[in-house]
């Protein structure tokens, strides 16, 4: 959602905290109407309920920025929210910012502070916001996240922006913080412009974290008919094909291209059938979240591939 379409806030500072007015929109959240998105800031609840998890978290963000101060940079996964990159899991309820005059980091009523230098070049405006860099931020998330979530960050903007592997390592080579530098180094190393989607980076951290060969990313395939299709991960020796199903390819409406999920169902049917008409292609193993979410099904249906893990 555009910053100009998110939804109304309404202060209870501008009213002063113990104003008839104050009470009425503390009133309005026990009744269910208004939503407390930040100490002393509502929303109407209607408005919250069509907001994305993410858009969610910007408006946490706007609704924090008169308590920031001028000092405080937003940050982290807050940064990565108005940057548009997509995180692994839910978005936090609570908005990250670094203070660059502090060395350690605190927390305070929905607000958690890194303490961090910043340079010029690591701050940047958005939507009259000043919040760290892309690069800065991917880093700064790569440090402290899990691999799985970095990865998914990096991968998106490895394949939609200028960022770049050898740019990213620099940029780490010059950070004076230790913790965490060899995690964001992998993680960085790791990463790649050819997972088209977030649920894809996830499948290839954990393909690579149950052992499974290396696969080959977006390996093209085609028949006497012409394109078959790119298969998101294919092991070579293995002869494997590994196609993550997610939710959108069958039911958002911009994925499918006027289609509908039940022909979509019969394209990936026919896609499948063709593919496993050539001689290189034994198997084909779709995944979809709930294997991710839960590995063990993803490691039995590797097993039962055939697919060696070590």
Known sequence: ?????????????????????????SRGADRGDLTLV??????????????????RHVLR?????????????VSHESALAFHGVPILGRWPESVHVTDPERSRGQSWHGVTKHGAPLD??????RNGLRI????????DCALRGSFSSSVVSLDAELRQSGITVDGLLSALEGRAIVRGRRAAERAIRFASPKSDSGGESWA???????????????????????????????????????????DQKYLNARYRKGLSASQ??????????????????????????????EPWRLRRMLVEADIPLR
Not at 61 to 73: H, T, W
Not at 277 to 288: C, I, N, S, T, Y
Request: net charge neutral.
């Open 61 to 73: 963000v706007v609704a924090a920025r008169p308590s920031l101060g001028d000092r405080l940079i």
């Open 204 to 246: 290839r951290c954990r393909l690579f974290e149950l052992g499974a060969p290396v696969p080959i990313l977006q390996k093209r395939f085609t028949d006497a008919d012409g394109l078959i299709g790119f298969a998101d991960f294919y092991m070579e020796q293995e002869r494997a094909v590994i196609e993550f199903d997610g």
């Open 1 to 25: 959602m555009p910053f100009e379409n998110l939804p109304p806030l309404y202060r209870a500072s501008a009213y002063g905290r113990d104003s008839r007015e104050a009470r009425r929109l």
């Open 132 to 139: 760290t860099s892309l690069e800065r931020t991917l880093l």
């Open 264 to 293: 979509i169902v019969l394209l990936e049917r026919r896609r499948e059938r063709r593919m496993l008409a050539l001689p290189e292609v034994r198997r084909v193993v779709r995944v979809d979240w709930r294997d991710l979410v």
């Open 38 to 55: 930040h100490a002393g800031v509502y929303v109407r609840t209607a408005d919250w309920s069509t907001l994305s998890d993410r858009d």
């Open 120 to 125: 010029d070049d690591d701050v940047v405006m």
